[in-house]
C-alpha cells in the first residue's frame, strides 16, 4: 500500500516518525508532506532516513507537487493534525503543501487531531472534525490524557499502534 502522511506542528509530531517508521516496516511506500512549521520542528531529513522517500515541504514543493505527490496512492493519513490543520481543511483552504495535497487527493482520508484538550473540546473545533467528516473523512479520534502543558482530557493522538491498526483494518 501507498500511503501519504501529512504532517502539521503539534508536540505529538515525534510519533509521526513511528508511525512512518511502522508502516516502512510492514512493507508501505510512505510519501511523507510537511507543513513548514513541522519541517521548522524536525528536520525532513529524519522523515527520508525512515520512508526512503523525498520528503516534500511548503520549501521545497515545486510546480505541481500536491498534484504529483497522490499519484498511485492508496490512502492519505494527517499526523498530527493540529486544530489550525482541522480548521483549514474544514474551509477548503490549500495554503500549505498538506491541505493542498488534502483538496487534491480523492481516495479515502483519515485525520489524527492531536491538540491541547480545551483546543479539542472548543465548539469551532468539534463543528470543523463533523464538518471534514461530513465530506467522507475518517477522524482517528483523540485520547484522553495529560497534555504536554499539563491540562488533562481528550486531544492526545490516538497511540501509533491503533493508527496502525486502524489503517491496516480498511483492506
Not at 122 to 129: D, G, S, W
Not at 145 to 150: H, L, P, R, S, T
Request: hydrophobic residues 50%; aromatic residues 6%.
Amino acid at each position: 500500500m501507498t500511503i501519504i502522511l501529512g504532517v502539521s506542528a503539534s508536540v505529538a509530531l515525534y510519533k509521526a516518525c513511528d508511525i512512518v517508521r511502522e508502516l516502512t516496516k510492514a512493507g508501505h511506500t510512505v510519501r511523507v508532506a510537511m507543513t513548514r512549521t513541522a519541517a521548522a520542528w524536525i528536520n525532513p531529513v529524519l522523515f527520508e532516513a525512515l520512508s526512503a522517500q523525498k520528503v516534500i515541504t511548503d520549501d521545497t514543493a515545486s510546480g505541481m507537487a500536491h498534484i504529483e505527490i497522490r499519484g498511485g496512492a492508496d490512502l492519505m493519513l494527517v499526523a498530527p493534525a493540529t486544530a489550525d490543520l482541522i480548521a483549514r481543511a474544514a474551509q477548503g483552504r490549500a495554503d500549505d503543501i498538506v491541505t493542498a495535497t488534502l483538496l487534491a487527493y480523492d481516495g479515502p482520508r483519515y485525520i489524527a487531531p492531536a491538540m491541547n484538550p480545551f483546543m479539542y473540546a472548543h465548539p469551532a473545533t468539534q463543528a470543523n472534525l463533523k464538518t471534514l467528516k461530513s465530506y467522507g473523512y475518517h477522524i482517528l479520534d483523540s485520547a484522553n490524557g495529560e497534555a504536554v502543558c499539563g491540562d488533562v482530557g481528550q486531544g492526545k493522538m490516538m497511540a501509533v499502534a491503533d493508527i496502525i491498526a486502524a489503517l491496516s483494518s480498511r483492506r
